[in-house]
């Protein structure tokens, strides 16, 4: 086939966007879409016009067309196979079918266009691999942007060490004066300060710096205003990174809103809590086959109680799969290979008060099919008239419990509801996202497979890629806190602790 242009037109032929593939002035372009709607038949339902030159193979879009231009002696299966893809990449980008919302989307949608059709002819390409090709998603981009951040955490750390110094400098300058004045054993006598634990490098994902009273307590209200002028040497600090080109700020939260309503709420923790996060990225293929999957997790440690700062945590590994742990650099590695005891290397530090401290991390990767925690079969079968689509899901690892459990399928659109027959759990259509939504709250061993069937027009590569999100509070590499202890005497230490197992990206192409 060869393809003029690709378009989206109101009822009267005015362009909204337009994307030529080959050579081609404005003034023809416009002319022959000017043409189209005197060409439609009223009262008949047709797919495609033609004229002595062109053919137009059109679909409607509410009030808008999505229209293609083609030379007469094209292929019009493979025309239509080819509309059918730019309509499936509209609603992509536009919620909703308007002149305003194509405008707004011009860029992205010709974008993809431009991934359907190259030279005039058509690319051997999905919805999905145009969903990755305009994403433009970069390896190195993604290494580079973690080493930015790594960077500016330590410039962050640095500085905060700076202005600390700086604040002790100038405390002992002040000290030294009043004891001049006041004379030598009520002047120094009556300041003292204490020295707040640290751990030099970058303590946890996203560093929060904290000033608590608790630790030195005010003699007087010169105290407080010395408070108040250490935020501001770290301000001006901040600033002057900041109008270098640096830019300094906490990481974005990884969790979603539904991992943060199973986080332990800070009134119910104790005063050492311990938090075991867990998230999956998977991708598999539609006709079986795991392609990708990522395990990342994590253990954090949060004191809540000065006087616990300096424990050690116990962690029964009972993995079976291979993961890949990796202590922090501050953490004594030699003991955790020896015992699997979390400690610090300098027994003298104590962990930061009130704030979330990374400790342990670990990976799992693998293609073994057995591994996926929720395997995902979608079947669609073409009657010609339309799809009757099957979909099952079986929990693949028996001893998971998943909780609020979403698959979203997708749907061609402009076809209306599709037709459910039996289904297990819940299901949602959205009609302007052209999604079907299948709930479930919880899939665990005693609910181990259930399916769902539907049918409606369309073609069977519409409904994928087929995407999964859950969240669960046990553990997949199967990692367990047992004890807290103290690091002086060994007694033990009462703390609370969470497990946070959830979906970065799940999705079946």
Known sequence: MVLLAAA????????????????????????????????????????????????????PLEKLYMLLITTKASNILEDLETLRLFARVIPEYCRNFDEQDIVDQAFPLIFAFDEIVALGYRESVNLAQIRTFTEMESHEEAVFKSVRETQE?????????????????????QKAGRSAGFGGGFGSGSFTQRDNPVIDSVPMDTPKPSYTAATSKPSSSRN???????????DTFVGQLESEGEKVGGTKSSLSSAVAKQTTPVKDQEGVHIAIEEKISLTAGRDGGLQNMEVHGLVKVKVNDETYGKIKVNVQNNDKKGIQLQTHP??????????????????EKSFPLNTDVGVLKWRFQTQDEDMMPLQINCWPNDTGSGCDVNIEYELKQTDLELHDVTILIPLPSGV??????DCDGEYNFDSRKSVLQWNLAVIDAN???????FSIAGHPDDFFPVNV?????NSYCDLQITEVQNCSDDSPVKFSSEVVFYVDRYEIV
């Open 8 to 59: 989206v037109c109101n009822k009267s032929g005015k362009a909204i966007i337009s994307r030529q593939f080959v050579e081609m002035s404005r003034s023809r372009i416009e002319g022959l879409l000017a043409a189209f709607p005197k060409l439609m038949s009223s009262g008949k339902q047709h797919t495609f016009v033609e004229t002595e030159s062109v053919r137009y193979v059109y679909q």
């Open 153 to 173: 955490k330590e410039a962050k750390i640095q500085m905060q060490k700076r202005a600390k110094e700086l604040q002790v400098a100038r405390r002992e300058n």
């Open 224 to 234: 407080a205003l010395r408070l108040g002028s250490k935020k501001k040497d770290v």
């Open 330 to 347: 501050n953490v004594d590695k030699k003991l955790f290979n020896a015992s699997s005891c979390i400690a610090l290397k300098n027994q």
């Open 416 to 421: 209306g509801a599709p037709v459910v027959g």
């Open 447 to 453: 609910n181990e497979s259930g399916s769902m069937e």
């Open 469 to 473: 999100n859950f969240i669960s509070k």
